[in-house]
């Protein structure tokens, strides 16, 4: 029934790259942690962590994820219970709830978007950025410890 032109052989050779998009659809619940590339397009619901190295995570209006994110890229306008780490942009549009603490590299909030939680920003490897009054105390604590 498949030839030799036919969508198995389509299939087997085939490799998936960072354009894939994956849709969890309106009414679907997925349970369980996520890991991808590419593009998730979430307008149903997520039980569990989603996490990508460099791919892109988009909740649309209604849609929910109860766990915590880790991407490169996360555009929210739907709900986050959880940590939400996004390690290249975060997108927050006027119908995103965060219950939980934001981690970012560079950051754009529509009005109306809300988070409850802490807001820190971070170097794209994951580390955090101090603020300056704590990178102060440190430098006097360096220097005092040097003399």
């Known amino acids: 029934m498949w030839g030799k032109n036919g969508l198995e052989n389509s299939l087997v050779g085939s490799t998936r790259n960072d354009d894939t998009i994956t849709l969890i659809a309106t009414g679907t619940e ?43 890229h996360v555009v929210i306008n739907g709900c986050v219970t959880g940590d939400v780490y996004a390690t290249d ?25 809300a988070i409850n939680g802490k807001i820190e920003r971070m170097h794209k490897d994951g580390e955090l950025l101090l603020n300056t009054s704590e990178e102060e105390n440190e430098a006097e604590v360096r220097q005092l410890e040097s003399t």
């Open 89 to 113: 942009k975060l997108e927050l549009s006027d119908k995103a709830q965060i219950e939980g603490n934001v981690y970012y590299d560079v950051m754009e909030m529509v009005a109306g978007a």
């Open 30 to 72: 997925v349970e369980g942690d996520i890991r991808f590339r590419g593009t998730v397009h979430v307008e149903g619901k997520i039980i569990g962590n989603v996490s990508s190295n460099d791919g892109k995570l988009q909740l649309i209006a209604g849609s929910r994820v109860d766990g915590n994110i880790h991407a490169a």
